[in-house]
């Protein structure tokens, strides 16, 4: 008897494809992706595409709805979002969790018995306290989880929170800011943590914190470390025709020099068919 695929193929006269071949990605894409992946090709008829380093400071200006914008973090993208919305009026969706509940409550907890006045204060020396605590113990990868969650807070309180009056206004604006809707990319900019991003694509795709893949912390277990791989390669195959390394450093001079390197820092190392000659 035939099976299901077999009568699927004949009664819609579909096409085979080799599950190797790409059928959505540029073949300078394709290249990238293929050191995680070596039996990765590209459709003969692929586009070249393009891949090339932008600045953190000039993604505000560029995006457009319609774009994809990739973390591995939450922090970055919330920054990015609240750039986009209010200097450029380029409006966005959030697509990691249900972040206004999130900020909302987190704020709430922050605010609970302290005067308006001390909350930043009181964010920041929280954070500082129980990142170092998490690195004292060795515990890095929760200790970057903790930063980021409360440094999604920073960003909110930068550009909602300081010209509130109180908790309560604050709340109100993060609501305001963050409004519960449908994606549409005919209007929106889609931020999205890259574990978000599977099965999704862009023709522009940006890749915040490019340096920083694949992630990887002391103490990790090898299953663990793979899966970050694994996310990495998602990231590089997610768009149609542009792809923007767009790397993630606080200190000037380092970003200068992340700027000059290959793909703005990607660690194409830990690739299984990089030889340190491709690029």
């Not at 590209?42 to 090339?52: K, M, N, Y």
């Not at 018995?113 to 890095?140: I, M, P, T």
């Not at 299953?223 to 606080?250: D, G, H, N």
Request: hydrophobic share 40%.
């Amino acid at each position: 008897l035939p099976s299901a695929t077999d009568t699927i193929i004949k009664l819609f006269n579909a096409k085979v494809l080799p599950l190797s071949e790409s059928q959505r990605c540029p073949k300078s894409h394709v290249a990238l992706a293929s050191l995680i992946s070596p039996q990765m090709k590209a459709r003969a008829d692929a586009i070249d595409g393009t891949c090339e380093l932008m600045h953190p400071d000039n993604v505000k200006s560029s995006v457009q709805p319609g774009d994809l914008v990739l973390c591995r973090f939450v922090a970055p993208l919330i920054k990015l979002f609240l750039e986009a919305k209010f200097f450029n009026k380029v409006q966005g969706v959030v697509r990691a969790r249900d972040i206004a509940k999130e900020m909302k409550g987190f704020a709430r907890q922050i605010g609970e018995n302290c005067k308006w006045s001390q909350f930043h204060s009181k964010l920041v020396n929280q954070k500082k306290d129980l990142v170092e605590r998490y690195r004292a113990s060795g515990q890095l990868t929760q200790a970057d989880a903790t930063e980021d969650r409360y440094q999604c807070l920073e960003y909110c309180y930068e550009f909602l929170g300081q010209s509130a009056g109180s908790l309560k206004e604050f709340v109100e604006a993060i609501d305001e800011a963050f409004p519960v809707e449908e994606e549409d990319r005919m209007r929106h900019v889609i931020y999205s943590s890259i574990h978000s991003a599977k099965g999704d694509e862009s023709q522009k795709v940006y890749i915040v914190g490019i340096n920083l893949l694949p992630y990887y912390r002391m103490g990790m277990l090898n299953w663990q470390f793979q899966q970050e791989i694994y996310a990495t390669f998602v990231a590089l195959t997610r768009s149609k025709s542009a792809m923007y390394f767009v790397p993630m450093e606080r200190d000037s001079v380092e970003l200068d020099k992340l700027m000059q390197l290959p793909c703005a820092g990607l660690k194409m190392e830990y690739f299984e068919g990089y030889t340190g000659e491709q690029l």
